[in-house]
């Protein structure tokens, strides 16, 4: 009984009936054009005049329909009014993939808005007249019910019973009513097969945007923090005996930081789908920059830079900088000391690198050791993958780790 009611309660099935209202009222305008129409055919009866004009006027509503704007504000307003959860429409290139029956969906809306605004109103005006008029006739004797030729007579206590029942069908329209719209909604103002494709595309190309991102401040952050932790050890170890190399080290992570900072700019701005600046890139020809910040940590650093590496394309060179970047800090994490080898080779047919360093139990194990979220070496794969390379890693010999990637040289930008 009470699951029965509840939708009389609810505010969204009246301000869902106030919308069918307004689609009725909003129709009023077109109205006169569809008239005048009709009755420009004097010689016909009258019912075929009235059957033109209603013709005329659903033409005009279906028109109204076919503009892009209609079916923005009817969604904004069936969201509102009708609390149905529906999506912005596409636009453009996304929406060309229509057929002519999805672009008919919205005219059939608002011809079936209009119906039911028009049809509840009247009918809801004849309840409520019915239920105000039937007592006070009874009273005066008159008690009389007459619609559309059809004519009855109520007597006695039964008047009162008549219309308490009018009264009672008045909420029961308004949710049939909004019920109504609120099943058309989806079906009509809802995305169609091929919107819906188009938005599965867009929410991927945003996933996909969203986890280079990722990638991206996991190589520039996680080596940032890595090589400035390092660098603010070594720093407090050798403060007192050389505060030259300790001023050195600071000025290091004051560098490091700065990149990390435009680096984390960009990304969040992203992210809060905010305007964002120019994106950082780094390329080979910031690896130098890298390998100082190393040694300011007090890596040892051995490179082998083969080829023009200033020739490597703008895609290319990018990730073979990130690739290098996530090998080092994973070196100076999970790396017993000892010299990092770092070799570059850059060819017509490819780009070839390689990252090598002693295992074992080095400086960042133990209770400074650094956390890891394991993401590192799959974020490498997925990258490597896009760009059709090959990636090694593991063991290289007793004591040592290899890191090697090659990368073919037609990468598309």
């Given at each position: 009984?009470?699951?029965?009611?509840?939708?009389?309660?609810?505010?969204?099935?009246?301000?869902?009936?106030?919308?069918?209202?307004?689609?009725?009222?909003?129709?009023?305008?077109?109205?006169?054009?569809?008239?005048?129409?009709?009755?420009?055919?004097?010689?016909?009866?009258?019912?075929?005049?009235?059957?033109?004009?209603?013709?005329?006027?659903?033409?005009?509503?279906?028109?109204?329909?076919?503009?892009?704007?209609?079916?923005?504000?009817?969604?904004?307003?069936?969201?509102?009014?009708?609390?149905?959860?529906?999506?912005?429409?596409?636009?453009?290139?996304?929406?060309?993939?229509?057929?002519?029956?999805?672009?008919?969906?919205?005219?059939?809306?608002?011809?079936?808005?209009?119906?039911?605004?028009?049809?509840?109103?009247?009918?809801?005006?004849?309840?409520?007249?019915?239920?105000?008029?039937?007592?006070?006739?009874?009273?005066?004797?008159?008690?009389?019910?007459?619609?559309?030729?059809?004519?009855?007579?109520?007597?006695?206590?039964?008047?009162?019973?008549?219309?308490?029942?009018?009264?009672?069908?008045?909420?029961?329209?308004?949710?049939?009513?909004?019920?109504?719209?609120?099943?058309?909604?989806?079906?009509?103002l809802g995305p169609s097969s091929a919107e819906r494709l188009a938005l599965a595309a867009?929410?991927?190309?945003?996933?996909?945007?969203?986890?280079r991102l990722a990638q991206e401040l996991h190589d520039s952050i996680g080596h940032t923090?890595?090589?400035?932790?390092?660098?603010?050890?070594?720093?407090?170890?050798?403060?007192?005996?050389?505060?030259?190399?300790?001023?050195?080290?600071?000025?290091?992570?004051?560098?490091?930081?700065?990149?990390?900072?435009?680096?984390?700019?960009?990304?969040?701005?992203?992210?809060?789908?905010?305007?964002?600046?120019?994106?950082?890139?780094?390329?080979?020809?910031?690896?130098?920059?890298?390998?100082?910040?190393?040694?300011?940590?007090?890596?040892?650093?051995e490179p082998e830079l083969s080829g023009d590496l200033a020739q490597v394309q703008g895609?290319?060179?990018?990730?073979?900088?990130?690739?290098?970047?996530?090998?080092?800090?994973?070196?100076?994490?999970?790396?017993?000391?000892?010299?990092?080898?770092?070799?570059?080779?850059?060819?017509?047919?490819?780009?070839?690198?390689?990252?090598?360093?002693?295992?074992?139990?080095?400086?960042?194990?133990?209770?400074?050791?650094?956390?890891?979220?394991?993401?590192?070496?799959?974020?490498?794969?997925?990258?490597?993958?896009?760009?059709?390379?090959?990636?090694?890693?593991?063991?290289?010999?007793?004591?040592?780790?290899?890191?090697?990637?090659?990368?073919?040289?037609?990468?598309?930008?």
């Open positions: 009984m009470i699951r029965g009611i509840r939708p009389l309660l609810r505010g969204s099935t009246y301000s869902g009936v106030l919308f069918a209202y307004c689609g009725a009222a909003a129709s009023i305008p077109l109205l006169p054009f569809a008239m005048v129409a009709a009755l420009a055919w004097r010689s016909a009866p009258y019912g075929v005049q009235a059957v033109l004009a209603l013709l005329v006027w659903a033409v005009l509503i279906s028109a109204v329909g076919l503009a892009r704007s209609t079916r923005r504000v009817l969604i904004a307003c069936a969201r509102r009014l009708l609390r149905v959860p529906l999506p912005d429409p596409v636009t453009g290139r996304q929406s060309a993939g229509s057929s002519g029956a999805d672009r008919w969906r919205t005219p059939l809306w608002l011809l079936l808005h209009v119906a039911l605004g028009w049809t509840g109103g009247l009918a809801t005006a004849l309840l409520l007249g019915a239920g105000v008029v039937l007592p006070g006739n009874w009273l005066s004797g008159q008690a009389r019910v007459t619609l559309f030729g059809w004519s009855a007579r109520v007597s006695g206590g039964w008047s009162w019973a008549v219309a308490l029942l009018c009264l009672l069908l008045v909420p029961a329209l308004c949710v049939l009513v909004a019920n109504t719209l609120r099943w058309l909604a989806p079906r009509l867009e929410r991927e190309l945003l996933l996909a945007e969203r986890n923090l890595t090589a400035a932790t390092i660098q603010a050890a070594v720093a407090g170890e050798v403060l007192s005996a050389d505060p030259g190399a300790a001023r050195a080290a600071l000025r290091s992570i004051e560098e490091s930081a700065r990149a990390a900072l435009e680096d984390l700019d960009y990304v969040l701005g992203v992210l809060r789908e905010e305007p964002a600046g120019t994106a950082p890139t780094r390329t080979l020809a910031d690896l130098p920059e890298l390998l100082d910040r190393l040694r300011h940590a007090g890596a040892t650093v895609t290319l060179s990018r990730a073979a900088y990130r690739i290098l970047q996530e090998g080092l800090t994973n070196a100076l994490r999970h790396g017993a000391g000892g010299p990092i080898q770092v070799r570059v080779l850059a060819a017509a047919d490819g780009l070839e690198l390689s990252v090598v360093n002693r295992t074992g139990v080095g400086m960042c194990t133990g209770r400074g050791a650094f956390p890891t979220s394991g993401h590192g070496l799959p974020g490498l794969g997925e990258r490597v993958r896009l760009l059709h390379g090959e990636l090694e890693a593991g063991p290289d010999g007793p004591q040592h780790w290899r890191l090697a990637v090659r990368l073919p040289g037609r990468v598309s930008a």
